[in-house]
């Protein structure tokens, strides 16, 4: 059993940038591909970014790509968001994830072996 907790969330200016953190317990972490989901209030949790195993490969949503970077330490197992430029249509709950599964597979956000509670993000001025 993964227990991930996430940090680093807040109230932020727009054009301002934020830097999340994940700190995960209980599992090898470095097994695991490691991601980063948002759910806005009445929308649908949507993919933000993942990184595999080793750090080799990252995706990004098309909505922040070029505006984010998503990076992980094993020697830590902590997997970190850092997302700049920041609008209000990035507000929502930041949730962190583990999954056994190939990085490029979580994408989907459907076979998730474990999530955080989420950390709030609120982009206003």
């Known amino acids: 059993q993964v227990q991930l907790v996430e940090s680093g969330g807040g109230l932020v200016q727009p054009g301002g940038s934020l830097r999340l953190s994940c700190a995960a317990s209980?599992?090898?972490?470095?097994?695991?591909?490691m991601g980063w989901f948002r759910q806005a209030p009445g929308k649908e949790r949507e993919f933000v970014a993942a990184?595999?195993?080793?750090?080799?490969?990252?995706y990004y949503a098309d909505s922040v790509k070029g505006r984010c970077t998503i990076s992980r330490d094993n020697a830590k197992n902590t997997v970190s968001l850092h997302l700049n430029s920041l609008n209000p249509e990035d507000t929502a709950v930041y949730l962190c994830a583990a999954d056994s599964r190939a990085a490029v597979l979580m994408r989907r956000g459907t076979t998730i072996d474990y999530w955080g509670q989420g950390t709030q993000v609120t982009v206003s001025s």
């Open positions: 209980g599992g090898t972490f470095r097994l695991y591909s």
């Open positions: 990184i595999s195993s080793s750090s080799a490969l990252t």
